[in-house]
């Protein structure tokens, strides 16, 4: 009699995995990750977003963090400011302390980043020469107080020669799933 129960119970356990599975893949939930989210955020807007993003996408998080935090001090508009001198010069280079890790799993990098007047911090320079990103889709999204993200996305792309750009975009700091979900599906990433 117990026989008669259990090969059923059985039997539906099977079919549930098997659709369970087949509802995961391409979605990035089996497995490895395939899309990595990597964001540099100063004062938590783009950290917003950018968590916002990798939930989405189904994406593995990385957050650039400087080697010498920026201070309030650093972010400030004068002259002398860290940030204004950096901005300035094409060419800087600030340093990053943490490593992205199995980069070779990644086929799709999205980076996410504050406008620093009118381009993108320095330290994305950085970490796009970090790595190889031949063959890779990027897809890159700023949050700003106004500006738009296509300056800094064909610096980018100059940087990158050998990426696969996927359209970018700007974002409000209140940037919803709905408005995530929408890009990524018209940027064809995810
Ligand atoms: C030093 C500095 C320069 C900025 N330059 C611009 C700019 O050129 N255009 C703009 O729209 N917003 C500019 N902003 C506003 C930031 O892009 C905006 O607040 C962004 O969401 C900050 O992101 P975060 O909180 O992730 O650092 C600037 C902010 C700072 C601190």
Redesign the pocket.
């Known amino acids: 009699m117990k026989r008669k129960i259990i090969i059923p119970v059985l039997a539906a356990a099977a079919i549930l995995a098997v659709v369970l599975a087949a509802s995961n893949i391409g979605r990035g939930d089996v497995g490895e990750r395939h899309i990595l989210v990597a964001y540099?955020?100063?004062?938590?807007?783009?950290?917003a977003v950018a968590e916002t993003a990798a939930t989405v996408l189904h994406a593995d998080l990385f957050r650039i963090t400087a080697e010498e935090p920026y201070t309030d001090a650093d972010?400030?508009?004068g002259a002398d400011?860290r940030?204004?001198r950096e901005?300035a010069d094409p060419a800087s280079r600030p340093a990053i302390k943490n490593r992205v890790d199995n980069w070779e799993q990644y086929d799709t990098i999205v980076i996410g980043?504050?406008?620093?007047?009118?381009d993108a911090p320095r330290i994305i320079s950085t970490f796009v020469e970090s790595y190889d990103f031949t063959g890779k889709k990027v897809a890159v999204f700023?949050?700003?107080?106004?500006?738009g993200v296509e300056d800094s996305q064909e610096n980018l792309r100059a940087l990158l020669p050998d990426a696969e750009f996927r359209p970018g975009i700007r974002f409000d700091?209140n940037a919803t799933v709905a408005d995530v979900r929408a890009w990524a599906a018209e940027a064809g990433i995810g």
């Open positions: 540099f955020s100063a004062t938590g807007n783009t950290k972010l400030g508009h400011a940030v204004t901005q980043y504050p406008i620093w007047g009118g700023c949050t700003s107080g106004s500006s700091t």
